[in-house]
């Protein structure tokens, strides 16, 4: 019997995939360092992998997958987003990370490349096993602190899911506000992407006004989404009049910022501002127009103080940062809304975030949405 258990073992060594990725029941994959038929938890290089009603039901070697994915890349068929896109759908955990590096040496405001990774975070548990669940916010805090990139945007990711969702939660599951704080002003560009996020989850109001100034004003892309998707989190609503008071008035980089915040995290109210400030194109300066029961006044100059943020109470949420009823959209604040002049830059920003509002690639230009606007949007509104 011992004769033929040393090939037997032989050729099971031989047949292990080199690169094991295991297919789940319903058909996810996931890159793993063992697994075996059935199991229903896996233990991956970037975390444990739980599928409790998602069983695997094979294992394949991802090995030659790999090489084809960076032969494909080299060749210039695939882009980058399409590239992490593959990687992430087929499990190929390693490689995605350092696909991320890569691209983000190339480009550090390569927002795919963060948000690559922060889906898996979601899905990833990196926090050993012999730890407390109050223990757990506080360990993920500090690995999100890591200079190691892969490391560090995981354990952020997962930290959204682990942080209570209140500012006034007695427990150890916050980060102190200090911290938040502290980490909103890092040299680190993960941790401020990380904090942005942590303080819109827990509702810290107190940091409203600086996650809004840093939505319009922050240079790298990868922190300014992330402010102002905290904000957005925090208070909606006066987010969107302080993204619609600087796409309106502000300087044409804070302009581009608020168009992109408001196509992202606008809702269905932003609609109405980014249609209105688009009316204005080919309009020249003293120009006053009607637009929708609106009056449109264009002017040349813009609005020094668009930047800021008028005195409120951070805990009162049911108010906006300049008072006004909860319910009143800034483009409602007068009879005449009036926008600052501008040019081809600014237009193409504003085509696409509406198609980014709307979740599609629609190609229509500035006359296209004004039409839809009036004689399909407003018409199937009550």
Request: proline share 4%; glycine share 4%; with cysteine.
């Amino acid at each position: 019997m011992a004769l033929f258990a040393a090939p037997l073992l032989g050729a099971m060594l031989l047949m292990a995939p080199q690169l094991p990725i295991a297919v789940l029941q319903s058909g996810q994959r996931v890159e793993c360092v063992t697994a075996a038929i059935g199991d229903r938890e896996l233990e991956t290089p970037l975390g444990v992998f739980r599928c409790p009603t998602d069983p695997v039901v094979k294992l394949v070697d991802g090995t030659q997958q790999r090489k084809d994915f960076r032969k494909l890349r080299r060749l210039k068929v695939i882009d980058d987003a399409t590239w992490l896109q593959d990687l992430s759908t087929a499990g190929q955990l390693l490689e995605l990370a350092t696909a991320c590096q890569e691209l983000l040496a190339l480009d550090a405001q390569n927002v795919l490349a963060y948000e690559a990774l922060e889906r898996w975070g979601h899905q990833l548990d990196a926090v050993p096993a012999q730890l407390d669940r109050e223990q757990r916010v506080a360990w993920l805090w500090d690995r999100a602190a890591s200079e190691d990139f892969p490391q560090s945007i995981l354990a952020g990711a997962q930290l959204l899911d682990e942080v209570s969702q209140s500012s006034q939660a007695v427990n150890n599951r916050v980060v102190s506000i200090r911290e938040l704080r502290s980490a909103l002003r890092s040299k680190s560009v993960v941790l401020r992407r990380t904090s942005a996020f942590v303080a819109g989850r827990q509702r810290q109001f107190s940091l409203r006004e600086l996650l809004l100034e840093i939505s319009i004003s922050e240079p790298l892309e990868v922190v300014r989404t992330a402010a102002a998707a905290g904000a957005h989190e925090i208070h909606a609503h006066s987010a969107r009049q302080y993204w619609v008071q600087n796409l309106a008035r502000g300087s044409d980089a804070h302009r581009a910022a608020a168009a992109w915040n408001l196509g992202r995290y606008g809702g269905a109210d932003a609609l109405q501002a980014l249609i209105h400030v688009l009316a204005a194109d080919q309009h020249a300066p003293g120009e006053r127009f009607r637009f929708a029961e609106r009056i449109i006044e264009v002017v040349s100059n813009s609005d020094r103080n668009a930047l800021d943020l008028g005195g409120f109470n951070p805990e009162q949420q049911e108010v906006d940062f300049r008072h006004p009823s909860p319910e009143l959209e800034l483009l409602d604040w007068d009879s005449t809304f009036t926008v600052t002049k501008y040019g081809d830059s600014l237009r193409a920003v504003l085509l696409e975030a509406l198609d980014t509002w709307a979740n599609s690639k629609s190609n229509r230009d500035t006359a296209a949405w004004l039409e839809w606007y009036l004689n399909v949007w407003l018409p199937a509104r009550p």
